[in-house]
């Protein structure tokens, strides 16, 4: 089963999937939108080219794992996408995700400017290989 993961932003949302067995997290994109609409018909298109069975969005947690207003609008957005391409959604805990992908992009040599552009979606991987790791 392939498995989309997303860390939503209200500007930019990272995207990954799974392979079909649900092993492995690849990156694939970031959406750069700040409309919701189009976020939401942006992301149901790549869902829906690959092939998604159920969709994995990071819950941005606060550190002591309550939740805030971002985690209300975040889980608003998932549920919104999840119905429009009736499959089922997941929220996962996403802390320090973006802080883990920035460490990966500079160790690996990526530039400041380059490091965004790619921020999100390696965030989104880390999300979703989380999730896979967690239920193999």
Known sequence: M?????????????????????????????????????QLEKTACVAKEHGVEKIVVGNPKRMDGSLGHRAE??????RDLSKMLDIPYVMWDERLSSTEAHRIL???GVSGKKRKTKVDKIAAVIILQGYLDANL
Do not use: H, M, Q
């Not at 939503?8 to 409309?35: F, H, M, Q």
């Not at 609008?73 to 998932?78: K, M, S």
């Open 73 to 78: 609008y975040t889980e608003a957005f998932a």
């Open 106 to 108: 500079e160790s690996g």
């Open 2 to 38: 392939k498995i989309l993961g997303l860390d939503y932003g209200e500007a930019r949302i990272g995207v990954a999937v799974s392979d079909a067995l649900g092993i492995l997290a690849n990156p694939l994109d970031t959406i750069c939108e700040k409309d919701r609409d189009l």
